[in-house]
């Protein structure tokens, strides 16, 4: 996987002080997209264990990491993505982990990485869906709480089971 760029210190991209990581490669190509330089995924730097490493120390202070792009579901960068997400967790469990994808929920759901992402913003991006709705580009994008889906669905087992 490749990354164009992170920034250290964002307070854009989801709730409280974040990182956010830029991957490159995208296979959605959004007419009007503004990441549009982030759509080859051989472009950008290679993200290193070196690089993981150092945003992993970078978000210590952080409420959490935002991953966007290009699109960090590409199946080439899955696997990447989900040693990150894995690693964050494993060093950062009370922080969350916030995800830009152009897929949608329903296509991507039985993605094993999923279970460490905390919020999931989904769908490609339509410029003639405007919208003001915070963390969404377009009105299609929805902002999925994952975390809260999973402790719901945990919930309704156990009462199944009792």
Known sequence: MN?????ACDVVNGEGLRLTLFVTGCAH???????RSTWNRLSGQPFTAEVRERILELCADHD??????????LPANR????ALCRAFKQRYPHKDIWLWTG????DIQHLALLQDVDVLIDGPYLQDQPT???WRGSANQRL????ELRRAEAGNRQLQSA
């Open 3 to 7: 990354y164009e760029r992170y920034y």
């Open 29 to 35: 190509a959004c007419p009007g997209c503004y990441n």
């Open 64 to 73: 959490g990491l935002s991953l966007s792009g290009g699109d960090p579901l």
């Open 79 to 82: 696997e990447a993505i989900a």
């Open 103 to 106: 897929y949608l929920y329903e």
């Open 132 to 134: 003001t709705l915070p």
């Open 144 to 147: 999925i709480r994952l975390a």
